[in-house]
């Protein structure tokens, strides 16, 4: 449990607007990402990649690609035989269906984009145009698209290897789920089918590989999120230990979860820089990005509630299929957006029974993995959808239903035993209402219809599992276990040095996490620097992902900085020949209590724990350092979104005029970043519910190929988006702190999908099954209303 109590008494720093410390290496361009990297001697690949969704390559001509001057090597899977192994995928479930292939198929195409064939070159030009004279004679084949088609017995295979599609079959039951159906006294039911997104990040991804020649280590430069478990995950394969090998992924231009895989070049650009003997380095362009980097949230979902005559919701009952690609993601598995959308099905309401089944079929696709709100974003939607279904249906105001069924404040187990750690789930839904004027919100609606407007409010409350330790992994079905370690060291000049095996990479951990350092220690917090990123400067840890730094590292940071504070005090104690109950530690001033100026600094303090000598406490070792490690109890945040729109009932265009939200995340470091993260998660949320849509044809062949095909919203799309706070400590965590930087993504989409909804019911019957919605798909609905 929480051993660091006594921090937020004494806070200076934590809750405070502290300007982030990481931007002016931003703003002056002085950022340095996988691409800046030059190395002596680099040579630079590009992939031979499938056009088709499936096809056999019967051969691979290099001829024609070797005759190109510049051009060194063209690599395909035979070239890698005892390189690089094969990459096994598995989840500790009996349920799951370990997946191993080779790195690199050069046999087998399974989806568009996939990588077939590495031309290494002296130039990225030059490598591409050795892979424009591969002469390849492809048979193509029919592809399996349909995730449901891939589920029926009698399906191809999509892995001829195995002797199913589907990666998981999962079942689960709390309660009396089949009675309360039969009995219940209104069932209302949804298919919702949420759109296959990209994370898209800025910054492509990219990998750089420099083998020693000598010493046979290796240093890896891989746009990532979790340099530690990239490290771990690649020893294997490549047949490297973890002490000989650097993983360094210094500024990154977003990962929003797809960074946090181990992805096929990240095995294939060591392997190949070790076939040349040279330094290799492959950047994505942003076709390769949209097309093989990794797919998400693209989850069909069947939805059922039951009901009581009082408007009681008793039980929930879900199908969620995972439209997976043509392998498993590595590690976290096509599992990753089903399963916990499923795990979570109760959300914070009170019911007495939920069941659910997760598939994870592979198809012909691009795999799929993590993005922004994994999981909670797909299932959220197809629940909270189908909620104002529900409301619309019975003449009921949507937020009055839910509030009618909301889960209590205080910590409560849920029916699928998810431990909430309390929270204001009520209290975010009023303090909205009170932000927008919710009743003249909808006096001004009434009025506006009457003129032949259409204005639409959606709500979307949410209770979020952040912070992934063990047992919120377990909670949300993955076996596994992860904490984080911080390192916390009083340089020999009073300055502090706290590393974390987190990555950050926008998060702004280099200032939040310094906050807690420094309110830990009693430190000034520009005497802290925090290091990340970078597996040989930083202790170990599982990287960022799940909401999970603030409460992971900051409760490391918590724990290793209580034990050197008291190192601090003891040794200030000594030299001032006083008690450690007569020292104050605060501003980096160790005081005498009641003796004012009888005080030491921190640089005196570092100086002599380093250089003191006999003027140390006899039993004192030299330093002043610890390293801790913090491995979270479960804790949600919750809050709730309101999202208002007008659409044109000519065109189908909506108009988003405003964003209205109250996040709790308990204890906030820094509530500036906190609503940074909302309104970054917010904007991506829009563009889910709006803009954003991976295509394919219905031959498999991939249409979202651009940024002009796949559309983010930018800042004119974006409204004023207005985040109100309420902070309910976890009654669990060290200081009370709670994750939240998907919250925005997991909730707003759906705020707007609701809104939508809510202004086409001026029609008739309206029910939301899909996203993103554009023009086309309102004016659909605004028809299919008006029939009704
Ligand atoms: N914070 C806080 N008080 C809290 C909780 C958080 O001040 N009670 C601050 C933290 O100190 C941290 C930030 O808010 O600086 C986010 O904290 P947290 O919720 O712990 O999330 P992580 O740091 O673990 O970041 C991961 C999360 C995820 S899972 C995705 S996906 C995502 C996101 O963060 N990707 C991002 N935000 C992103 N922001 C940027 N700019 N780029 C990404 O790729
Ligand atoms: S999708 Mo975030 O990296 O958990």
Redesign the pocket.
Known sequence: DAEATDILERRKYIGMNVLRTEDPVYLMGRAKYTDDVQLPGMLHAAFLRSPHPHARVRNIGTERAMGIPGVRAVITQSDLDGVVGPITTALARPEVVPVTRPALDSRVARYVGQPIAIVVGTSRYLAEDGVDALDVDWEPREPLLDAERALEPDAPLVREDMTTNNFAHIEFQRGEVDDLFANADRVFRKRFHHGRCSAA?LENRGVIADWDQVSGDLTLWSSNQNPHMLRTFLGAPLGIAGNKMRVIADHVG????LKAHAFDEDHLIPAAAKVVGAPVKWTEDRYEHLAASLHSKDVIIELEIAMDADGRFLAFRGHYIGVGGAHPSHPWTPLLDPLPAATLLPSLYDIRAVGYVVDAPMTNRCPSGAY?GVGWTAGHAARETLIDDIARELGQDPIELRLRNLIPDKPFVSVTGMKYDGGSYAGAIRKVKEMVDYEALRARQVELRKEGRYLGIGWSPWVEP??WGTEMAKANGFNSEFFDAASLTVEPDGSITVTTG?HN?????Y???AQVAADTLGAPFESVRVIENDTERAVYGSG????????VA?GAIMRAGKEVREKIIRLAAHAMEVSPDDIDLADGVATVKGVPDKQMTMQQLGFLAYYGGSARPPDAEPMLAATRSYDPPETYSNGTILATVEIDAQTGKVDLQHIACCED??????PM??EG?MQ??IAQGIGGAMYESLAYDETGQFLSSSLMDYLYPTTCEVPPIEVGHIQTPSTVTEGG??????SGNIAAGTAVLNAIADAISAFGKVEITTNPLGPNEVLELIRRAKAS
């Open positions: 990040p977003g990962g929003f979860g922004r952040t912070a987190c990479h926008g998060q702004a951990h200032t939040t996490l960022t992902f799940a909401s999970r730094v603030a409460v900051g995340c308990g204890t906030m470091l820094n970043v906190v993260q970054g998660a702190i709670k994750g939240m930087g998907e």
